[in-house]
């Protein structure tokens, strides 16, 4: 079975600073997809990044970017230059090849941004 | 306009009651999903439809019964619930292939008194 942890239930940050969110997953597949969703108070999930588990390469896209270590099995969140938009809950979330469909997401990280 | 509609925003009913939830998909997506979000646990998939059929039930209540007319459509109908049940519920759509992410809707927030 898949499993995906997020240790830290909350964090803060000072704006314009960087925030590092942790997650780490479980699983016997070699193919698979990584991703973090960010849900803000208005609770619609929002992608910020996804990462492929063939690429070596760590995704970025702006201000986020992932430090993706297949070995380990740890898939972190830099949010770098930290905004006030940024306060949120932030979920890692792991798909596999052959479950298709299936995603798991951990436990969620609540980040405050504090100005 | 999130591309996932989800109707009711918000809903307190009773155990005996019976109710919807509505979702509506404007991506051209072919799956659809139903998630539970309870407090300080992992989003928790209950149905799955792809192509209008569903793939997947993870052992749900039921109490809880999905129908999915509809590509575009996902219904969650609600009857004799626990105040267990309380909590956001999400749905969430995607085009189906292997790599794409979940779009998700704004939740609805269940409460059973």
């Known amino acids: 079975a898949q499993t995906v942890t997020q240790s830290q239930p909350e964090m803060s940050v000072q704006e314009a600073e960087t925030v590092t969110l942790s997650c780490t997953y479980d699983?016997?597949?070699?193919?698979?997809?990584l991703f973090w969703y960010k849900q803000p108070p208005s609770r619609q999930m929002i992608l910020v990044i996804r990462?492929?588990?063939?690429?070596?390469q760590n995704a970025t896209e702006n201000r986020f970017s992932v430090n993706f270590q297949k070995a380990a099995k740890s898939f972190s969140l830099k949010i770098s230059d930290s905004q006030l938009g940024d306060t949120a809950m932030y979920f890692c979330?792991?798909?596999?090849?052959?479950?298709?469909?299936?995603?798991?997401f951990g436990t969620g990280t609540s980040l405050t941004v504090i100005p | 306009e999130t591309g996932v509609t989800q109707t009711p925003r918000h809903l307190v009913m009773g155990m005996t009651n019976k109710k919807s939830l509505k979702c509506e998909q404007h991506?051209?997506?072919?799956?659809m999903y139903w998630y539970k979000q309870s407090a300080k646990k992992p989003l928790e998939l209950m149905f799955v439809?792809?192509?209008?059929?569903?793939?997947e039930n993870n052992s749900v209540p039921s109490r809880f019964s999905p129908e999915c007319p509809n590509s575009s459509h996902l219904f969650l109908h609600l009857h004799t619930l626990q105040p267990e049940d309380s909590a956001l519920y999400l749905c969430?759509?995607?085009?189906?292939?292997?790599?794409?992410?979940?779009?998700f809707g704004n939740g609805t927030r269940l409460t059973v008194t």
């Open positions: 990462q492929e588990a063939y690429k070596q």
């Open positions: 699983t016997s597949e070699s193919n698979y997809y």
């Open positions: 969430a759509s995607s085009p189906g292939q292997i790599n794409s992410p979940l779009h």
């Open positions: 439809y792809s192509l209008e059929e569903r793939v």
């Open positions: 979330a792991f798909m596999s090849y052959p479950t298709g469909n299936q995603f798991y």
């Open positions: 991506l051209g997506h072919n799956a």
